[in-house]
């Protein structure tokens, strides 16, 4: 399988050298050079596969040859060895049509962990095999950072470097990265927003002299390999839930779009995926701009869901791609004009192909908050601030109530324990593996939002 830029202007890679190089040159985001598809029988034909079959099933076809079958099938055996629950991602039941898929069972306790435990045993793999080491640069809004720097900690071929914005994560999710005192790990708080970081990353990425010297990689979801991962668990979703026969809905809390994004994915090969719902929290970009046709980055407003506080959604170029028929050239306009007039508008053609299979909510703090309270009410579950946001998207779409909704649960409650308990009096209690977070030394620098300061940082640790 080769991997083509959305902006045509990048060479076609193989599935390694585009996990090896996150972004592309021209700045666009790898794709597959076509889905392949799974007939309905032989999507049948996986139910009761353990979770680690189905996802080698799965993936095998769009890794290709470029690593051997066996050599992918121990990787993905060794990521999942770490799960706390044996389904892996396992669904539970909310009311007759309604359902949670858990995705937070991993070492850092959020979706994430789900793709980068892969991810990292990937680079591992093709590095050592080079004989090469990388530095990996990441921008985290709290949770990814935590899941890169557990992939990757420890291991001789790569440093990571994670630029989280400086008390905009919760200190779970700070310590979860900052605990971490492996000599290959370097955490960097950046007094600005998000955004800034992933600009900041993006910036280092773009520089080419530096991207080189440096010998950077990316661990964020711009890179393919973060998303393949995830779209395992919508197979593993619908073939619990009607043997992959059956239609059903999605409903996907969303910052980066990647991981709704791996949901198309998923229909594109083959997987009866219903309708997707997008679901924002007060940083609306994607429900702005399915309602209005008008992709238009606004201010950054921190929320109780902070991993989907973004203006800028990077995975969206994915799926615009393929909204514009996959014609790179009016990618690459499209994007152009954004630093210029701050925005774009979707082709007519393009807006009618998302609206199609999408669908957008935006649910605000106070309905965030009265979420988690009703679910607890209701089910005497916890859940986290973000899957809240999707709960809540879920029950204002008027679906069709004979298709299943699959809400995607994508932290512990315990990572954000503030907002569960003001929601619901109830203070969420971390997992046993993390019982002694609060009494670990820490170790982080703090950095201005700031190009030379932060390339001055990475050059000095890399020397
Ligand atoms: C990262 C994250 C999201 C958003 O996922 P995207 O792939 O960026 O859309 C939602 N919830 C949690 C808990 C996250 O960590």
Redesign the pocket.
Known sequence: MKYVSTRGRARPLDFTDALLAGLAEDGGLYVPHHWPRLSAHEIQSMAGLSYASLAHRVMHPLVGDSIASGVLKKLIDESYAGFDHAAITPLVQLDHSHWLLEL?HGPTL???DVALQLVGRLFDTVLSQRSETVNILVAT????GS?AIHAIRGRDTANIFVLHPRGRTSEIQRRQMTTVLDSNVHNIAIEGTFDDCQALVKAMFNHAPFRSRARLSGMN?INWARVMP?IVYYFHAALSLGGGARPLDFC???????????GYAARRMGLPVHRLLVATNENDILARTLATGKYTPGAVHPTI?P??D?QV???FERLLYEACSRDAAQVQALMDSLPQSGEFMLPPAAHDYISGMFSAYRVDEAATLGEIARTYKETAMLI?P??A?GRAAARRHAGDPAIPMVC?A??HPA?FPDAVEKATGVRPQLPPRYADLRQLPERYATLANDLSQVQAFIEAKIQ
């Open positions: 937070f959020a979706f994430k809004s709290g949770d990814t899941a979801s995830q996907v809390p969303t910052g980066n779009f990647g991981d709704v994004y791996a869901s991993s989907m973004i959604s990077s995975n986290d973000h899957t946001v995607l994508t932290a990572k």
